[in-house]
């Protein structure tokens, strides 16, 4: 349980904390001290600490080290935001070239800082450098595409799937049989179709008990996959080995998942063969105001 404190002589009566957190902050009068409610019911955001104009709030949660002020001249504005939005783009094209651990060590601080469902923070993080363990990982995600393959191509489950879904639904296993064996082709042809050859893979992983565990792993990723722009390294989403990974008990032992633990995002970082110099515009979003 967090213990929290209220320095009497600091606090400046404004009621800020109070108005953020009504659950562990109450003030029975406008201009009085707050106190407190049921700290056992505090999730550890730290918007209290973070709120406060006098620093009059003291949270074990968060010892001296841990609260740093805020440089608004290091924000980005919004137009330089939206550049970097803009310009982000999937890279699939990799040099040899290793991508340092401290680099690695930042993308993972950023992931850190997304949000997640009630601050749970429940996203755990594995590092793959290693060729061989890469490899490894390529083969056993083919390997449980191949099984699908298999599946797909089965008289009896084609004959139960027209029944079930009709001919549309057939024709779209269909053409999703004929994606896995182009991958499988590509693999045997000795490209990597799952990992691009990237030379570094992160990997997002949490309690599947938890809730929005999934969410948060994704949320992770995105600010992951932004600040990779920004150190000038390329990226893509791994869905073949995260769509795989969780049929392929192979692959959690290889990785060493904890019991009960989920892959649910991945990230191939590299530095990238080319540098595109021009961003292309969106579809226009489908909205409906109310």
Known sequence: MATI????????????????CPTIFAQHTKG?????????????????????PSEAISHSSFPSGTIAPIQP???PD????????????????FSKRQVDRALIEQIIEAACFAPSSHNVQSTEYI??????????????????????????GNPIARTLTRLVRGSTGQATLDELREAFTNLINQYGQGS????????????FHG??????????????????????????????????????????PRLARLLKLPPNHKIYAGLAIGHPRFHYKNWIERKPAQIQWF
Request: proline share 3%; hydrophobic share 40%; charged share 20%.
């Open 127 to 152: 590092v793959v450098q290693d060729p061989a363990m890469r490899q490894q990982i390529v083969e056993l995600t083919i390997a449980q595409y191949r099984q699908w393959r298999k599946l797909l």
């Open 5 to 20: 404190q209220i320095d009497a002589e600091r606090c400046q009566k404004c009621g800020k904390c109070v108005q953020i």
């Open 78 to 93: 919004t137009a330089q935001f939206m550049e970097l939005l803009r310009s982000r783009r999937s890279v699939r094209e």
């Open 207 to 248: 309690d599947r008990h938890i809730g929005f565990a999934g969410v948060n792993a994704n949320l992770a990723l995105q600010n992951a996959s932004l600040v990779c722009e920004t150190l000038k390294l390329g990226a893509f989403y791994t869905g073949y080995v995260v769509a795989g990974s969780n049929f392929n």
């Open 32 to 52: 009085a001290i707050p106190h407190l409610l049921d700290t056992t019911r505090c999730i550890e955001c730290g918007h209290c600490v973070a709120i406060c």
């Open 73 to 75: 001249e290091q924000l």
């Open 192 to 203: 990597d179709p799952i990992l691009r050859e990237a030379p570094t893979l992160l990997i």
